[in-house]
């Protein structure tokens, strides 16, 4: 009933009840609502059972009941009163309006119960009653209870803030039409609520949506569960992807008639990418954009299984680049870096997308294809072929910032399943030995797996062990091999270690030496050496005062930070001359900390010692660096020597290091001199060689090369 309405009929309510006097409560209690009137003072004089019972917290039993006592409020949340009584007051300077009806005034209250803290949304709607003179007689307060209507308001603006929340939302009608797609959902598929309103819910899937499953899948579930989620791929526009969890619940009533499907999208591409990303760092090259060894490694655990299972054969290719590490050394690794995604770009083309290509490790890669061989025997020639194809791809030249890089590779490979309880590690140390055995080839650098290289392993770990518990003084001894000048005289020698070993015999220093390294046990034996060689150095110059005994130093050794005081603390306990001295280096040992291993150069030059390249020519090294180091002597390798005088390509090679060392004044030492024409086209040169190899004499005890060469003097 509207106010003005109620108004008038309590009005004439009272105006009988004036009359009568009697029952007037029961009229006024008839009303629905709360009802209180006013005498002018404002004291209540009636209270209806329904305001009795609104305001019954206020209200304490007993009291005179009194305007003041009603907690109301403005809103909600305040704690200032509201007003009542000025509120009213405002009334009682009102005047009768003849002829037409006063309006009542009206006031949004809140009604705060003082026990329960339960609170009322109240409408005030207040109203004077007149004399005939015009005086006022009451005022009629009624009071309507809006709280319904708030706690509606409040779920309609939490429904809609729960519609549109930047989540895609929609609702279809029973027969799957759309019917309420919210902002975010036409934003998400780039469509107009209109054109939304025309499309089913299938409609609208088989058109933007690409699921993990099939429609029919999907529909399944939702029939029987009522509920369907998952990520899908969501495409607004052809060449757009968004990543996106679907949900679809479905609405039926009792009977299973589907009155509704309501759909939420959210998009979740931000977290897809960052999986992405995550998963991209932890299985992927980061420089290359190939698998690492962890994918790698996972794929091949699938593949063995795989192969195990349908008793077919693949083959794993382990491919290392020659010479990577001095090309580093060389150029830097911003160049060893192009040329690894160079390389790795050729394999990429080279293999099929399913093969796998991975970076392992530094200069490292490794390979398999989805060979499906039914033996042993052609899994190898499949791989075989392929290892071919692979190495003539590879070898060839790089051109990198004006720079042309030869680079070749070695490939080691193995066949598998090779043995039944093998896993994917067990592979990849097979594929690893075979690399070992592919890098010592000269020619073609490709090798199988075979179980002998697993006995070169062992091999390799009873030598290391040899090595640190050795008694050097028992088992080591130094060797001399003379180094003859142009006039046929003994110049000097190199010292060469020889081991015998109690129970394996003699060992060479060829393949003891790397392992030495690689345990550092070097270190040890580089002391002991040097001590040695300097020694018998002090000793033979005595009497010849111009020899000289090269010392080989490994890079291991030449690294270590205190490497110049050992020496120098070496040289003063053997009281040896320095001058009578000459260390060999290898390339690499210059091309790398190429600083730090200048400023070790100098002093060492400084002291008096002389230094050597060994090897010279078969590292990375561009002649030029040569320039800044204050060095004495080149050896040229013997495998250069090796074909002198019948190949041309290496008279060039012998005779450029020659001219080279010329320039900087440099004596040059010819290693590996087996014949009477290595010796005369040496001798042909117009600088003075030095001469060492077997031609002349191998490598002997101290006592037989003071013999033999010395004592000849
Ligand atoms: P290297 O320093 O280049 O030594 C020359 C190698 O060539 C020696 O092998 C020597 O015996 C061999 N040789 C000499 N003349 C001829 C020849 O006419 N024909 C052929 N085919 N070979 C010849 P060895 O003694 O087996 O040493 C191999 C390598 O082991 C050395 O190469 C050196 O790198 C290393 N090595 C040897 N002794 C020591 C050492 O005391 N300390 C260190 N750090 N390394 C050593
Ligand atoms: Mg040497
Ligand atoms: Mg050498």
Request: with cysteine; net charge negative.
């Amino acid at each position: 009933m509207n106010a003005v309405k109620l108004h008038s009929q309590l009005e004439l309510s009272l105006e009988k009840l004036r009359e009568e006097r009697e029952n007037k409560l029961d009229i006024i209690c008839s009303f629905h609502e709360a009802i209180i009137v006013f005498k002018p003072d404002l004291s209540p004089q009636i209270i209806n059972t329904q305001a009795k019972t609104l305001f019954k917290d206020c209200l304490q039993d007993g009291a005179t009941p009194s305007i003041d006592q009603l907690c109301l409020y403005k809103n909600k949340k305040s704690t200032i009163r509201f007003d009542l009584r000025g509120w009213l007051e405002s009334l009682l300077t009102l005047k009768p309006l003849h002829g037409k009806n006063l309006e009542p005034l009206e006031v949004s209250v809140w009604l705060k119960q003082p026990q329960t803290l339960q609170t009322n949304l109240l409408m005030l709607s207040a109203k004077p009653l007149f004399t005939a003179q015009g005086d006022i007689k009451n005022i009629l307060l009624v009071i309507y209870d809006r709280s319904i209507y708030a706690q509606a308001d409040e779920q309609k603006r939490l429904m809609e803030a729960a519609f549109n929340s930047f989540d895609g939302q929609f609702i279809t009608n029973e027969k799957g039409y759309i019917t309420h797609p919210n902002d975010a959902f036409c934003a998400l598929t780039a469509l107009t609520a209109e054109t939304l309103r025309s499309m089913t819910l299938t409609r609208w899937l088989e058109q933007q949506v690409t699921l993990k499953t099939t429609t029919n899948e999907l529909l399944k579930t939702l029939l029987s569960t009522r509920h369907w989620s998952g990520e899908v791929e969501l495409h607004p526009e052809p060449n757009t992807t968004f990543y996106a969890v679907l949900s679809i619940s479905l609405l039926a009533d009792e009977q299973f008639n589907i009155e509704h499907y309501v759909v939420t999208i959210q998009n979740i591409t931000d977290i897809h990418e960052a999986q992405m990303a995550i998963a991209q760092m932890a299985y992927y090259d980061e420089l290359t954009g190939l698998a690492n060894r962890r994918l790698a490694m996972e794929h091949l655990e699938l593949a063995l299984k795989h192969h195990k299972r349908h008793a077919t054969y693949a083959s794993l290719f382990f491919i290392n680049l020659d010479r990577f590490k001095n090309i580093n050394d060389a150029f830097g690794r911003k160049i060893g870096d192009v040329l690894l995604v160079q390389v790795a770009q050729s394999l990429k083309q080279f293999l099929r997308d399913e093969d796998t290509v991975a970076r392992i490790a530094g200069d490292e890669f490794l390979i398999f294809t989805q060979d499906k061989a039914t033996s042993k025997a052609q899994a190898t020639q499949n791989a075989y072929h392929l290892a071919k194809k692979i190495a003539s791809h590879l070898n060839r030249n790089y051109h990198i910032h004006e720079i042309t890089l030869n680079s070749t590779v070695c490939i080691g490979i193995t066949v598998f399943p090779f043995n039944p309880n093998d896993t994917a590690e067990d592979l990849f140390t097979y594929a690893e030995l075979a690399i070992a055995a592919a890098k010592k080839r000269t020619n073609q650098k490709i090798y199988f797996y075979e179980p002998s290289l697993s006995q070169i392993v062992v091999e390799r770990r009873t030598l290391e062990h040899a090595l640190t518990t050795a008694d050097l003084d028992k088992q080591f001894e130094l060797h001399y091999q003379v180094q003859i000048d142009s006039d046929d005289r003994t110049h000097g020698a190199e010292a060469l270690i020889r081991w015998q070993h109690p129970q394996m015999g003699s060992i060479s220093p060829g393949k003891f030496i790397p392992i030495a390294e690689e345990g550092r046990q070097i270190l040890r034996l580089g002391h002991w050496i040097m001590a040695k060689a300097f020694l018998q150095a002090k000793q033979w110059t005595e009497k010849n005062p111009d020899f000289t005994l090269s010392i080989n130093i490994s890079p291991i050794q030449f690294h270590e930070a205190d490497f110049v005081e050992q020496t120098v603390k070496t040289m003063q306990q053997t009281l040896v001359n320095p001058k009578n001295i000459t260390l060999e280096l290898t390339e690499g040992v210059l091309i790398s900390d190429t600083q730090n291993a200048l400023k070790k150069i100098e002093r060492l030059s400084e002291l008096g010692f002389k230094i050597s390249i060994d090897d010279f020519g078969t590292g990375y090294s561009s002649l030029s660096y040569l320039q800044k180091l204050p060095i004495h002597e080149l050896k040229i390798d013997q495998s250069f020597i090796f074909r002198v005088p019948e190949s041309k390509d290496d008279i060039a090679i012998v005779e450029s290091i020659i001219s080279v060392a010329r320039t900087k004044n440099l004596t040059i030492v010819a290693e590996g001199v087996e014949n009477q024409q290595q010796v005369e086209f040496l001798r042909k040169q117009p600088d003075n060689i030095l001469i060492q190899g077997y031609l002349y004499g191998h490598p002997c005890t101290a006592d037989e090369f003071e013999t033999l060469y010395l004592n000849k003097r």
